[in-house]
């Protein structure tokens, strides 16, 4: 399986490993003055400059196809006689004045950020498995409670726009978010969601995609052009806080899976979601270094915090537990 990254061009060189392949070609981008329109547009600047200076000598072959030969040459030979218009008196200026302005930016907001997993069929045998699955009924449940109580759903993007630049958000925000990028919750979350008027957010590693119990790229794109929202998850699911992986190999990952997204769906991917919840000091220096806005942990809160906007928390919502016990977790 070979993923093309279109543009990418790590800030680290080496190659892009992947689960189950060799490495990646990383190709250049390609020169701004490559582009044959903006030679082409250059080129027909350049000949209008040349040629107006000298009116009576137009060159309209350097124009033909931009404008119509005969217009040109009329419009030359037969000068326009401009009217004599009255200059009417200045207006006064008007006095200086005190306008109060729009606060730049909310040190903190609260916000319900739920944390899914699987949403489908919890295995019997894998224990961990289980307590990452919540059920489509389950699920469904859950979401009809929070829109009957009057939440409505944000994306992490209108999150950032709200601490960064004080733009306004509904009374009760809530954010469904989604780790890893597993099947079911494309094939059941997503049009739960939808049934109640809800968004959700969806934290993918390209690497995995395709995989056993994985969506497919075209799962993904398909929710993103639905309106879901899509983020970084890294490329490979690494435990950032580990030792064993340099600070090149993480900025890979880091990079190679924002540039691979952000070609996939045409939009900036701005947003990072620790694989395992796991980050240290150098974890957060890295994902600020690779161009993300805010990153997300499995740690439990709702405020979210400028000043901690790479350590943001979140509300787990584990397998088994219910409606009964989320509502005794969030205080509802």
Known sequence: MQLDLFDYKPQTPGPLLLKGTNFLLLPQK???????????ASFLVAALFIN????????????????????VSAEIETPAVLPIIQT???????????????????ERINVLILMYHHVGEPPTSNALDRSLTVSASDFEEQVAFFKQRG??????????????????LPDKPIVFT????????????????????FAGTFAVAPALLEGKGYATWGEVYSAYRQGMEIVSHSMNHVDFASSGYSDEFLMIELEGSKLFLESRINAPVNFFVYPYGRYN?????????????????????TEMNLNK???????????????????KVLGL
């Open 30 to 40: 390609k020169p701004f003055f490559e582009s044959r329109e903006i030679l082409a």
């Open 52 to 71: 107006l200076n000298k009116p009576d000598k137009i060159n309209q072959q350097a124009i033909a196809g931009a404008f119509d030969a005969s217009t």
């Open 88 to 106: 009417p008196a200045p207006t006064p200026a008007p006095l200086p004045h005190k306008s109060v302005a729009k606060p730049l930016r909310v």
């Open 151 to 168: 939440y409505q759903s944000v994306a992490l993007a209108q999150v950032y726009a709200a601490l960064s630049a004080g733009s306004d």
């Open 178 to 197: 989604f780790d890893d990028g597993y099947k079911d919750v494309f094939v059941n979350a997503v049009p739960i969601l939808q049934k109640y008027g």
């Open 281 to 301: 000091a150098r974890a957060i220096e890295l994902v600020k270094k690779a161009g993300y806005k805010m990153a997300f942990t499995t740690e439990l809160g």
């Open 309 to 327: 906007a790479f350590r943001l928390p979140r509300v787990r919502v584990h397998g088994q537990d219910g409606l009964a016990k989320l509502r």
